[in-house]
């Protein structure tokens, strides 16, 4: 089999590994090497001047000696199979880098024989491309669960970021659909590279050419949908693992069926692609907002509403704390309210010490004031002319086709669909004004 034909089949093997992300490290070359690593994007992300960055993401090898139920490449599935020796992958990787392609590399694999030898053909293809080709860009290398330490601190030496999958959100899951598979060899690794981290932190601050240690961090990857886990149940465990294991990014992947199995979601059903939605935006709250997962949802309400972020959903069902004066409410409460964001609400800050703020100097600062005007104050007053009703409030929240689905009773659809000329038309602004009349 050629390299273009083991390409073929690697990186349609890795399109299910959602964790790719902005890089978070700047590396320049050194003299005489070629590439260097943005902190402003990686992997079709945009860089703060618009630029999209890309990587090359592939496995090393789609051979797997386990047999997770889950998985594409597991051991029973009778698909093509393909592996690149390290001098293959790092020279595929340069020339694809000279020919301006790529700008770094996502690498991945399933279980060569054992845990130890697909590390091993891992590190060296990342040895030829650091120390024979010189390459500085940016590399995210997946820790294999099982692998020794000793292996998975040089790998993390050489990559800027790792990740550990912990693929599906319960032990119990896990030893059903994973059986080879254990809680302890996904979370080993985890606080074997947050050691690591932290350590290493410590020798660079001592010795000045130090080796970085995995300098953009670590994050991981969830499935959704193939288990019966609940929203709350997932929001616990992602909180969990950010002050655990102090991660970058948790990472949630809707699942899209892949085998005809009676303990997984039947080949027809469609990816939970809008639960997937609600859990990042969730987790966005958790990491820059200030909310806890307990917040958020609890044991009474374990699933996000469908129809309306998670924010705006918080928001509505604590209106108590509501409305709140935006020229004395601190930093923190000004998160919370919807329609203001960490940027907006940095500069309401900044700019109420010059004075006192209108509706008027909110939307020149970036606030959306579609949906804040119903939580705020300005100088003890209200938007002129706003009434604030239920209709109301829930008109701002939701999109129109989402207000739609709501008062039809109607579930939302989990992913695009193709335009059809036989499709009804879609909801007018007067077809939603008779929904909230009860007229249709």
Request: proline letters at 6%; charged letters at 20%.
């Amino acid at each position: 089999m050629d390299v273009f034909e083991k390409l073929k089949i690697l990186t349609d093997g890795a399109k299910y590994d959602v964790a790719c992300t902005s890089s978070g490290v700047d590396r320049k070359a050194s003299p005489g090497g070629i590439g260097s690593s943005e902190a402003c994007g990686i992997c079709h992300s945009f860089a703060g001047d618009g630029r999209c960055i890309s990587l090359l993401k592939v496995l090393m090898s789609n051979a797997c000696v386990y047999d997770c139920q889950y998985c594409v490449n597991r051991r029973s599935n009778d698909t093509p199979r393909a592996t690149f020796t390290p001098r293959e992958l790092a020279e595929l990787t340069i020339n694809f880098y000279r020919r301006n392609y790529i700008e770094g590399l996502f690498l991945s694999s399933g279980v060569v024989k054992n845990p130890d030898y697909t590390c091993e053909q891992m590190i060296e293809a990342l040895r030829l491309l650091r120390e024979e080709y010189r390459f500085s860009g940016y590399i995210h290398a997946k820790a294999i669960p099982g692998a020794d330490s000793a292996l998975l601190s040089r790998l993390g030496l050489l990559a800027d970021r790792m990740s550990v999958n912990i693929e599906l959100p319960s032990q119990a899951s896990l030893k059903l659909l994973a059986p080879d598979k254990t809680k302890h060899s996904i979370l080993a690794p985890m606080g074997f590279i947050q050691s690591g981290i932290r350590e290493n932190s410590t020798d660079i601050v001592r010795y000045r050419h130090a080796p970085k240690f995995v300098p953009a961090g670590q994050s991981t990857q969830m499935i959704i949908g193939a288990t019966p886990e609940t929203d709350y149940q997932i929001l616990n465990l992602t909180e969990s693992l950010y002050k655990k294991y102090t991660l970058k990014r948790v990472f949630f992947s809707a699942y899209m069926p892949v085998a005809d199995n009676p303990l997984l979601p039947a080949p027809a059903t469609k990816p939970p692609l809008l639960r997937e939605h609600r859990l990042y935006q969730a987790d966005w709250l958790l990491r820059f907002y200030g909310f806890t997962a307990g917040e958020l949802l609890d044991e009474r309400h374990q699933s996000f509403n469908q129809y309306i972020d998670p924010k705006c959903n918080w928001a509505l069902n604590h209106m108590q704390y509501y409305p709140m004066e935006v020229n004395r409410a601190p930093y923190e409460d000004l998160l919370r309210v919807p329609g203001i964001g960490v940027n907006s609400a940095k500069r309401i800050i900044t700019a109420r010490r010059m004075g006192s703020l209108d509706f008027t100097a909110l939307k020149k600062l970036g606030v959306v004031l579609k949906r804040a005007q119903y939580f705020i104050l300005c100088n003890g007053r209200t938007t002129e002319g706003l009434k604030i009703s239920q209709d109301a409030v829930l008109r701002a929240m939701m999109s129109e086709k989402e207000l739609g689905m709501y008062y039809h009773n109607m579930p939302l659809h989990d992913e695009p669909e193709q335009l059809s000329m036989f499709a009804p038309p879609p909801l007018t602004q007067e077809d939603i004004q008779k929904c909230l009349t009860g007229q249709i």
